[in-house]
T-cell receptor, first 113, second 112 residues
Framework: QKEVEQDPGPLSVPEGAIVSLNCTYSNSAFQYFMWYRQYSRKGPELLMY????GNKEDGRFTAQVDKSSKYISLFIRDSQPSDSATYLCAASSMNTGFQKLVFGTGTRLLVSP | ETGVTQSPTHLIKTRGQQVTLRCSSQ?????VSWYQQALGQGPQFIFQYYREEENGRGNFPPRFSGLQFPNYSSELNVNALELDDSALYLC???????????FGSGTRLTVV
């Protein structure tokens, strides 16, 4: 079993839709949760970063973490064609003494005009 | 402020050969990590360097090795290349203790 599970998609939505992207994780030691966006032929770009449980909002993006169910979500409001990319969730703990991100496989999002 | 730059962007090598990939960290960042991203998969942690020493390694064999230089630039070396080493290799820099990773665009390695 992978430590972070993510549906690979693709997820196709019309422009303006609300998008929900989700991940589950199995390691209870994870305390830091991140969402990265990756365009084709580019490196991942940090979108949101959350510590422990709770919500965090940044513009059209909202990240949620529920540690009791080990569930991570990213919501995108008013989706735009420029949001079409692969979205990677990642989790980490500092128990190992160094920073190691554990990624999901990524969900490919397609927003059509 | 410059980002993370990696070279080369693409590389084709033959099985059994050795390869060196290079990374220049973002200005002010003192920690560098390397990740391997196979096609259709998420990045997997290879190792991390801080103060020119490896301070963490993922589940990769010893033929994957690295260096970090005083100017915080870094190299990833892979010996005895295998076909399964074909992937996108990503370098990420950060400040130690921070989760503000900045990734480069990666080097696409193809082993034939």
């Amino acid at each position: 079993q992978k430590e972070v599970e993510q549906d690979p998609g693709p997820l196709s939505v019309p422009e303006g839709a609300i998008v929900s992207l989700n991940c589950t994780y199995s390691n209870s030691a994870f305390q830091y949760f991140m969402w990265y966006r990756q365009y084709s032929r580019k490196g991942p770009e940090l979108l949101m970063y959350t510590y422990s449980s709770g919500n965090k909002e940044d513009g059209r993006f909202t990240a949620q973490v529920d540690k009791s169910s080990k569930y991570i979500s990213l919501f995108i409001r008013d989706s735009q064609p420029s949001d079409s990319a692969t979205y990677l969730c990642a989790a980490s703990s500092m128990n190992t003494g160094f920073q190691k991100l554990v990624f999901g496989t990524g969900t490919r999002l397609l927003v059509s005009p | 402020e410059t980002g993370v730059t990696q070279s080369p962007t693409h590389l084709i090598k033959t099985r059994g050969q050795q390869v060196t990939l290079r990374c220049s960290s973002q200005s002010g960042h003192n920690t560098v990590s390397w990740y391997q991203q196979a096609l259709g998969q998420g990045p997997q942690f290879i190792f991390q360097y801080y103060r020119e020493e490896e301070n963490g390694r993922g589940n990769f064999p010893p033929r994957f090795s690295g260096l970090q230089f005083p100017n915080y630039s870094s190299e990833l070396n892979v010996n005895a290349l295998e076909l399964d080493d074909s992937a996108l290799y990503l370098c990420a820099s950060s400040l130690r203790g921070s989760y503000g990773y900045t990734f480069g665009s990666g080097t696409r390695l193809t082993v034939v």
